[in-house]
């Protein structure tokens, strides 16, 4: 199965200061179609997974712009510009290249 | 708007079964494989099972083969997980997602499973 590793797992960020997530796969995450399908999720506190990025760098609809995603191959990059309160909550990468589909174990975010 | 709903969730002993479902609202469950995904009290995520448009394909990750059997009626837009031998690792919220563009894209609220003597 292919690992995906996050890092850090607990990130303290001040409101209104940025914070960069990391996530490494043991393999490339480009697809036969030429896609790279490495997706981020973000659980508020109580709540179910909600998807923030798919294909690396495409938001969903109704995700606040501060949110965006990069990377290529196996090295992928989660980054909010102005971290707000709302953001609180544990952020995971997933990729849906190879079978099983794998998530990263999460990176906690929390206010200072 | 789509909506994923599961139920069936609970407390149950070593060894028993429970049986979860997950009524789908606002999209044909027909277009799409399906997911149970797992976690853990304060772990991370995991898929259990999937289920292709017609139920012609089924997976399982390792630790559930044999034990749970997951299922579909697309004519009543819901989705199936029947768990048996249960086990106390098995104790997790549950959600039923859709699986679209190679990824979880919808998920449901999530019910809880307890399995505990």
């Known amino acids: 199965d292919v690992v995906m590793t996050q890092s850090p797992l607990s990130l303290p960020v001040t409101l209104g200061q940025p914070a960069s997530i990391s996530c490494r796969s043991s393999q490339s995450l480009v697809y036969s179609d030429g896609n790279t399908y490495l997706n981020w999720f973000q659980q508020r506190p109580g709540q179910s997974p909600r998807r923030l990025i798919y294909?690396?760098?495409n938001r969903d609809s109704g995700v606040p712009d501060r949110f965006s995603g990069s990377g290529s191959g196996t090295d992928f990059t989660l980054k909010i510009s102005r971290v707000e309160a709302e953001d609180v909550g544990v952020y995971y990468c997933m990729q849906g290249t190879h079978w099983p589909w794998t998530f990263g174990q999460g990176t906690k975010v929390e206010i200072k | 708007e789509v909506q994923l709903v599961e139920s069936g969730g609970g407390l149950v002993q070593p060894g028993g079964s429970l049986r979860l479902s997950c009524a789908a609202s606002?999209?044909?469950?027909?277009?799409?494989?399906m997911t149970w995904v797992r976690q853990a009290p304060g772990k991370g995520l995991e898929w259990v099972a999937n289920?292709?448009?017609?139920?012609?394909?089924?997976r399982y990750v390792d630790s559930v083969k044999g034990r749970f059997t997951i299922s579909r009626d697309n004519a009543k837009n819901s989705l199936y997980l029947q768990m048996n031998s249960l086990r106390a690792e098995d104790t997790a919220v549950y959600y039923c997602?859709?699986?679209?563009?190679?990824?979880?894209?919808?998920w449901g609220q999530g019910t809880l499973v307890t399995v505990s003597s």
């Open positions: 289920i292709k448009q017609d139920g012609s394909e089924i």
């Open positions: 294909k690396v760098s």
């Open positions: 606002g999209l044909t469950l027909s277009t799409y494989w």
């Open positions: 997602t859709r699986n679209y563009g190679r990824c979880f894209d919808y």
